[in-house]
């Protein structure tokens, strides 16, 4: 009776050990190594600075064909109304405005 007891002592012992090993590495197997981490990180960064530079762009675009609309509106003005010297101040500045939108997009 006693081999018998002491055998299953020892076996549970042993189950207790591969038990408690076997929840430490399904525990440790859960987090991240800094590795993956880094990775992770990296692919999130540039896919935020790719989107960033989509809002840029349009938001430039946007910038464009609001310059170009009032650029075409301050041109018939000055056709209906003659060239009255605050519109054409006006016109100068959309140009130059307009100008370096488009370099921007360009780029």
């Not at 081999?3 to 929840?23: E, H, N, P, Y």
């Not at 590795?35 to 530079?53: G, P, Q, W």
Request: aromatic fraction near 8%; charged fraction near 30%.
């Amino acid at each position: 009776m006693a081999l018998t007891s002491t055998i299953k002592l020892a076996a549970m012992d042993i189950f207790c050990v591969i038990g408690i090993f076997t929840s430490v590495w399904a525990i440790d197997d859960r987090y991240v190594d800094e590795r993956e981490i880094v990775a992770s990180l990296k692919d999130y960064n540039r896919e935020v600075n790719i989107r960033i530079e989509k809002l840029q762009r349009q938001n430039l675009q946007t910038q464009y064909n609001d310059i170009t609309d009032r650029y075409y509106r301050l041109q018939s003005l000055i056709a209906q109304h003659g060239p009255v010297p605050a519109l054409v101040a006006e016109l100068d500045w959309v140009e130059k405005r307009r100008e370096e939108l488009r370099k921007q997009l360009r780029n």
